[in-house]
Structures are given as C-alpha cells and as structure tokens.
C-alpha cells in the first residue's frame, strides 16, 4: 500500500484526480489569447479570462454569421455584374438554372472580377436561354443580345 | 498585408464621376439609387470595407418633388445638446433655408452606417441648380437615369397642342380652381414649431 502511494506521486494518466499541468501553465493558456489586447486585459489573470472567454464567444458566434455573409457578398456581387450587362440576377441565374450550368454565386462572382469577358459570354447566353423558356415578360426583359446559338429553342425578338 | 497583396489595386483610375439630375425626383427614393454608385454597389468588386465608391453630382436640387403632403407634414429634427433646444423644422422651411439639405439629408440616412460614410458623403456634390463649376463638370463621365420621366407643364406646351386635346368633363359651375388640392397649408400655421409632424386638427378649413 505505500509503494503504490508512492507509484501515483509518479504522472499517471488513469489517476482518478489527476492535477493536470501546473498553475502557470495553466494560465500561458489563457494569456496566449489575449497576447494581443492592451492595458490590465493583456497581463492581469483574472481580467485577462473574462475578456478571452467573451471574446471567444464572439468568435464562435461570427463563425456562424460568416457564412451568410459570404453568401451575401456574392450574391451582390453576381447581381451588379449582371446589371452591368443590362439585366438582373434573376435572369441570369435562373436562365444557367435552366440550361443546368451549375456555377454557383461564389464562382460566378469570381468570374465577374477577374474574368468579366466570360462572365459576360455566360450572362449573354442565359439571357437567351431566359427569354427563349418564355420565363419573363420578354417586353420588359429587352431583346436578348445576339451572337448566341441555342439548340433547338426558338429565339425571341420584340416583334415591332 | 502580404507583400502579393501590396500590389492588388483595386480602385486604380477607377474613381467614376456619375451626374444625377434631381428635377422632379422623389429624393428619398433616389437616395437609394445615388447610395449604389457612392458606395460602390455597383461593381463587382465591391466589398463593404473597400473604399471603391465613385462621385456623385446632383444638380437641380431645388426643383426636388417630396411625395404626397410631405412638404408639410415632414419634420426634420434638431437638437443643439443645450436644454430644451428641440427643433423640429417642417420640410418646406429646411428647403426655404438651404435647398440643398432634403437631398443631403436623404443620401446620409440611406448610407450604410460605418467608418466609410462620411468620406462617402464628401464625394456627394448637390448643387440648386444646373450651373456646375467647370471642374467638376469636366470630370463627369456618366449620367444616372432619371427614376421617372419629368413631366411637361401645362405652360411648357405650347397652346395649338393643347387645344387640340380634346375636353373629357365640364367643371361643375361652383369650381373653384385649386380648392381641392389635399394637404393645402394653413397659412396661420406657419412658422411654429411643432412637437409632431403637422396634421391640422377638427374640421378642415378648405
């Protein structure tokens, strides 16, 4: 019985109270976090936990909005190129939609950035493809641009 | 900032000066508009911390059209931090005094709010009427479409085009021309300053 209470003094993970690392490590973990913040927050312990574990709430809490933001971002993005081209979001998305070109918001606003020549070819077609389905009201859509070779749909054309 | 990135300028040469012209507009609807082209919403490239917004001339502001009875029921609110220095002045009197600040007013409150709307509100330049200093004009390159067409005036056509439409009705024999214009002013009424937006009380006295 002695020998063993001199065994568990050794570090033993399957101790049922195990003291884990010590005090001061124990606090590097905390002000490893909050290496960045100024004043009393920086290197005071105790100020420095409430203001790390609050910021890390906030952490977990943008992580959730940061998708929906992105989401957002291209969404807008996507819209102002079309608009550059002289229709909207809606057609352009819903007329790839429709010809099932699955480019998503994300890479078709990269695509307006960095590639806006195929970005306008694509819009080119999915207006033609938007008209031709008989989607919107091709009056207030405007002639599809021309240039675009559709198979097997009728081309539409404001008749005069 | 990584040194690749130092190099990506976004807004090289790309500071666009737009002309909008706000003759018979309502301002709070075309603030929208304006907001797009200030704050860069309508590129691609936009991102709100990107300072990618273009320039705005207005010209025409004093001809601006509020909707409804707005120019008497409009209050726009004050207040000079000191004990009871509460104003609320009507729409008509703000344009009396400056026929530049409905517009302004309009464009702030349509911002997005953040670090980058007051250099966005500086790149807004309102001018009452269509004389514009020549350095400024020699930098528009674009003009926003109007949000609706100007009407013409009954003056503006000329009277052989006129006769020519044919008459729909008679007017009753007791018409007074103008009496039934909604939202007319009381003319006692006028300069006081009001609590709420003006709504004159009981029986109507037109």
Redesign the interface.
């Known amino acids: 019985m002695f020998l063993t209470a001199i065994r568990s003094i050794i570090y033993n993970e399957n101790r049922l109270y195990n003291p884990g690392p010590s005090k001061f490590w124990r606090r590097r973990r905390i002000l490893r976090l909050s290496a960045h913040y100024f004043g009393r927050r920086r290197n005071c312990y105790r100020i420095a936990l409430v203001h790390v574990q609050r910021g890390l709430l906030y952490s977990t809490i943008g992580k959730k909005q940061r998708s929906s933001d992105l989401m957002k971002?291209h969404a807008?993005?996507?819209s102002?190129?079309a608009?550059?081209l002289g229709m909207n979001m809606a057609v352009y998305r819903r007329g790839l939609e429709s010809a099932k070109v699955c480019l998503n918001n994300r890479s078709l606003?990269d695509l307006?950035?960095w590639e806006?020549r195929t970005?306008k070819a694509l819009g080119n077609f999915a207006w033609n493809n938007y008209a031709s389905q008989g989607f919107g009201n091709i009056q207030n859509l405007g002639n599809p641009p021309e240039g675009v070779v559709l198979r097997g749909l009728r081309r539409m054309k404001i008749v005069e | 900032m990584s040194s690749f990135k130092r190099g990506q300028q976004w807004a090289t040469f790309a500071r666009i000066w737009h002309l909008y012209d706000m003759k018979w507009q309502n301002p709070y609807e075309s603030a929208y508009v304006i907001k797009k082209y200030l704050s860069g919403l309508w590129k691609p490239i936009y991102h709100p911390l990107n300072n990618c917004g273009d320039h705005v001339v207005v010209i025409n502001s004093r001809e601006v059209a509020l909707p409804g009875d707005d120019w008497y029921r409009r209050a726009y609110f004050h207040h000079r931090t000191y004990a009871g220095s509460k104003t609320w002045t009507l729409a008509w009197e703000l344009h009396q005094a400056d026929d530049t600040l409905i517009v302004k007013k309009a464009v702030y409150t349509a911002l997005d709010k953040g670090l980058l709307r007051r250099p966005q509100m500086e790149r807004l330049h309102i001018f009452p009427d269509d004389k514009i200093p020549p350095e400024i004009a020699a930098n528009i390159t674009n003009q926003i479409r109007q949000l609706r067409p100007v009407p013409k005036k009954l003056e503006e056509i000329p009277e052989e085009v006129a006769k020519q439409c044919p008459q729909l009705f008679d007017f009753p024999k007791d018409f007074v021309e103008g009496s039934n214009l909604w939202g007319k002013p009381d003319p006692e009424m006028k300069a006081q300053p009001i609590r709420y937006p003006y709504k004159p009380r009981g029986k109507e006295p037109w």
């Open positions: 971002l807008q993005r996507v102002s190129g608009e550059e606003s307006a950035i806006p970005f």
